[in-house]
């Protein structure tokens, strides 16, 4: 029973399904709307786990939801296209049930699901959804309409439970529709008269940081949780020790999680303690070509890379020396790389400061590229080039030629277009294709100026600081460059008209480590084609 229902409550009453369908016909007389009964009010306050979203997002939340939706979606009836993803998904499970005749009936605002505890006898987690109901009665006949195999009815504090066989249960308490297991039920229910979620300040759980355009929220903590991985002894003892090592670099505090849309763009974003002397985010990729269709940037990868080795040296070692016990203490692969390569992986890399690199280009002849990387020890970063130039120069089919600056110049044999290499100004700068080191250091015109993509940093938002970026529009034309036809591509161009651009980055504020995406969609252009949309299935 336990499997069953689930599944059912997850098709039908989370955000992958009803939030979808909600968003057609919402009232839009005002900009905002009441959410109705809260969720967390029957989540005990120490759950580590809670996962909430708005499944009939009403008011401007909804006119948005349905506007970018249908841009996603290519379609003018985002409702009409989920409804039958979702009626057909309940008819694979061999379920006699429509959305429209049993579950919209009496689906409320929201809906949320909390993790509690572990169930050793199950070997699952202690836990229960809570979704709010507007008809009590017609919640408890979808409900009867789940149960299969044995079950039983028992009360617990005047809450009629049903009990399956596999120590699941359900019930209607007021307002909510509880199901998950009897432990998880029963602490909802003492919830509701004690100390619950609801009743924690939201400082605390770091969801006064979740705007009011939130279409879901997610609060874990992550010790609790660790914890409650630990109880389940499905994690073995050498990863729990890698997660406790990597929760020890962060400080205290939850992570939480939102997204969040607007009638143009769906945006997904995330707050944990920050680490350690957690450097700021870099601005070089505003540096960059204004016409980069694909950008990025890191702050302190050197520092990271170390960090990364160290832990992946003394993860290595421990499961090869239990993979075989019998090697030779000799066996080191970071010795072998660098008798390989003449690379010392934690001698050669602490020189980096910053690193991003960018493409640009609509055709495959105008294509070009940069790297750059920062540095405040220029001499250790011309000796890191003069070895990677060694390294390279060693190889077949390629041709180095030493440049001035104690850089190089790299050309495959056969290909028409090389690269350069150079250390100057404190940057070791990569130039390729149809870049030179002077488009990578100097443009005309850089992203930081671009009209695309200050648009696309306005929807992201928050205060955060660009280090990922993607415009989707120059891809296409240079696709179509090629002047080859590909059936499938077509079928799926009018999916990729919409999307317009993607954008992340992140800050740090105070304690906290402030991160988020954003996807922007748009119209179909004009002129085109919509009709060979490809069908979207559940």
């Known amino acids: 029973m336990r499997s069953k229902l689930l599944r059912l409550t997850v098709v039908s009453a989370t955000a992958a399904a009803a939030l979808l369908l909600a968003a057609c016909g919402s009232d839009s007389s005002s900009d905002s709307a009441d959410l109705g009964p809260d969720p967390a009010t029957m989540v005990p306050a120490d759950s580590p786990f809670y996962l909430e979203a708005v ?3 009403e008011g401007q939340l909804g006119d948005d939801l349905d506007a970018a939706l249908s841009k996603l979606l290519v379609t003018d009836d985002v409702g009409a296209k989920v409804q039958d993803a979702i009626d057909e998904e309940l008819s694979s499970q061999g379920e006699d049930m429509t959305y429209q ?3 919209a009936t009496w689906l409320g605002t929201r809906g949320a699901l909390y993790l509690n505890g572990y169930d050793a ?5 202690d836990g229960a959804f809570v979704v709010a109901v507007t008809d009590a009665g ?5 409900l009867d309409g789940t149960i299969d195999g044995k079950t039983k009815e028992q009360d617990y504090n005047g809450v009629q439970l049903t009990v399956g066989s596999d120590d699941s249960a359900t019930a209607v308490d007021g307002d909510f529709l509880l199901a998950g297991s009897v432990q998880g039920v029963e602490d909802a229910i003492d919830a509701k008269d004690g100390e619950n979620l609801a009743g924690v300040d939201d400082a605390t759980t770091g969801l006064d940081q979740v705007p009011d355009n939130s279409i879901f929220s997610l609060y874990a903590d992550p010790q609790a949780a660790l914890d409650l991985v630990r109880s389940s002894g499905e994690v073995q003892a050498a990863d729990l020790k890698q997660i406790e090592d990597q929760l020890a670099q962060m400080g205290d505090g939850p992570v939480d999680a939102w997204g969040t849309v607007t009638e143009s763009s769906m945006g997904l974003s995330a707050s944990a303690p920050a680490a350690e002397d957690a450097p700021d985010p870099t601005d070089l990729l505003t540096t960059f070509p204004a016409d980069s269709w694909f950008a990025f940037a890191a702050s302190d990868v ?7 080795l160290a832990q992946f040296k003394a993860g290595f070692e421990a499961g090869l020396r239990d993979a075989a016990p019998d090697l030779p203490d000799d066996v080191d692969p970071e010795q072998m790389f660098q008798q390989a390569t003449g690379l010392d992986l934690e001698q050669d890399v602490t020189w980096i400061g910053d690193v991003g690199a960018f493409i640009e280009g609509t055709s495959i002849f105008g294509l070009g590229g940069g790297m750059v990387m920062t540095t405040d020890d220029e001499q250790a970063a011309q000796d890191a080039v003069a070895k990677v130039q060694q390294a390279i120069g060693g190889s077949r089919g390629v041709k180095v030629t030493p440049s001035q600056g104690g850089g190089f110049d790299i050309q495959a044999q056969g290909a028409p277009l090389g690269a350069q290499v150079a250390v100057e100004d404190d940057k070791v700068v990569v130039a390729a294709g149809a870049d030179s080191l002077d488009d990578v250091l100097s443009p005309s015109e850089t992203l930081g100026d ?6 696309a940093e306005d929807d992201l938002g928050d205060g ?3 280090s990922f970026f993607i415009n989707f529009s120059p891809i296409l034309d240079l696709i179509d460059s090629t002047g080859q036809s590909d059936p499938e591509l077509e079928s799926a161009r009018p999916y990729l008209n919409a999307l317009d651009f993607l954008i992340g980055g992140s800050k740090v504020d105070g304690d906290r480590s402030v991160a988020g995406f954003t996807l ?6 004009e002129g085109s084609d919509s009709s060979t949309a490809a069908v979207i299935g559940p």
């Open 55 to 57: 499944v009939r997002p």
């Open 101 to 103: 005749d049993d579950i």
């Open 121 to 125: 006898k199950a070997g699952e987690p």
């Open 138 to 142: 017609a919640a408890q006949s979808f």
């Open 302 to 308: 050197g520092d990271q890379i170390s960090a990364s």
């Open 450 to 455: 671009s009209d695309t993509f200050q648009a």
């Open 464 to 466: 955060l600081t660009p």
């Open 520 to 525: 922007g969609v748009q119209d179909q252009p």
